[in-house]
């Protein structure tokens, strides 16, 4: 594997889920693979679980690692070219990345949307230009349209949880106070749609994700219809696709927050969530809280999807 940033990179679902659980099953049978080899982490955003999940599946592989905060401590950026830089931003990404790869051997970036321009984040410019002119093999940490290890971590906990061959899964959108990439949900939809399960996704009007992550989902408005039955409950805020209303929050109707009583129409399904959550906005207390939620075990695995990822990264350098 040279570039990860979609699902379509990561080949057959089963061969990488199965995969996953091997290395999950011996998290240092692969500790030689990365000696010698840097990874270098650039987070143009925040990060929890990323951050320490990809260092530490690195580590298992005997990478040495090096974690870069632009908005912290690096010069500020400026992304445009032609742009007369007498502003506040002092490098242009255009220096920046090449110089970055000069210093290691494999780039994980986290650079979400920016809202600024629907058409600059739906081409994946940062990304991309890492891509091009790094001279190294990339993955996205959560790129602007796609969060393809957050994708990858939620269908092995999915395999490790479904207890039927064909799953039914929901992906609700719940409210949020602030705008929300589409990120997330888009890569969850491509993803389980890749998997041939039931798939269902539910949201208000206006919501509506860019149909090219949609794919042959069944797209349901009642809430309360879409959860009949479902066994897997995938909740995520994202902000509005469709134009004129890109990037914006539309609602925070509250009675679309997961509750018990949401629950209670599931097949006794989990709940999942990517985390960050906001709890009683996106999900109940007793929700997150009950034996259903399997976020933290989704949280472990990315971990694994990293693992499996820069793994396969390795072998295609050795
Ligand atoms: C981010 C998002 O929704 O894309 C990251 C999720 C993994 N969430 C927030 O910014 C709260
Ligand atoms: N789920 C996820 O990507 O979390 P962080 O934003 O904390 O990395």
């Known amino acids: 594997m040279r570039n ?4 379509n990179d990561i080949g057959n679902l089963q061969d990488a889920v199965k995969e996953a659980f091997e290395v999950k099953a011996n998290h240092f049978a692969y500790k030689h693979l990365g000696e010698n080899k840097t990874l270098l982490m650039i987070f143009f955003n925040s990060s929890l679980r990323t951050r320490l999940s ?17 908005n912290q401590g690096a010069w500020k950026l400026e992304t445009e070219r032609g742009v007369i830089m007498d502003g506040d931003k002092p490098e242009h990404l255009l220096e920046a990345i090449p110089v970055m790869g000069c210093y290691c051997d494999v780039i994980g970036v986290r650079s979400f949307a920016r809202f600024e321009s629907k058409q600059d984040d739906y081409e994946e410019k940062i990304i991309n230009q890492f891509i091009k002119y790094s001279g190294r093999p990339v993955f996205s940490m959560e790129a602007a349209t796609r969060h ?3 994708s990858f971590a939620d269908l092995i906990t999915i395999e490790e949880f479904k207890t039927v061959e064909r799953p039914k899964i929901v992906m609700t959108w719940a409210p949020h106070p602030k705008a929300l990439p589409q990120a997330v949900p888009n890569s969850f939809a491509e993803w389980i749609n890749a998997t041939g399960y039931e798939f269902v996704i539910t949201h208000p009007k206006g919501y509506e994700l860019d149909p090219q992550f949609v794919g042959n989902a069944r797209v ?64 109940s207390d007793d929700v997150i809280e009950s034996e259903r939620s399997i976020v933290i075990p989704e949280a472990a695995n990315r971990e694994i999807s990293a693992q499996v990822v820069l793994k396969r990264i390795l072998e295609g350098l050795q």
């Open 54 to 70: 990809t260092q530490k599946a690195a580590l298992n592989l005997g990478m040495n690692v090096i974690v870069l905060d632009v």
């Open 220 to 283: 349901e408005y009642d809430q309360d219809k879409a959860l009949a039955g479902a066994d897997f409950v995938y909740a995520k805020n994202w902000s509005a696709y469709a134009d004129p209303n890109y990037g914006k929050v539309l609602s925070q109707d509250r009675s679309w927050t997961v509750t018990a009583e949401k629950m209670a129409l599931t097949n006794n399904a989990y709940f999942m969530h990517c985390l960050p959550v906001r709890r009683n906005m996106i999900v």
């Open 148 to 150: 393809p290890l957050q």
């Open 4 to 7: 990860f940033t979609t699902v």
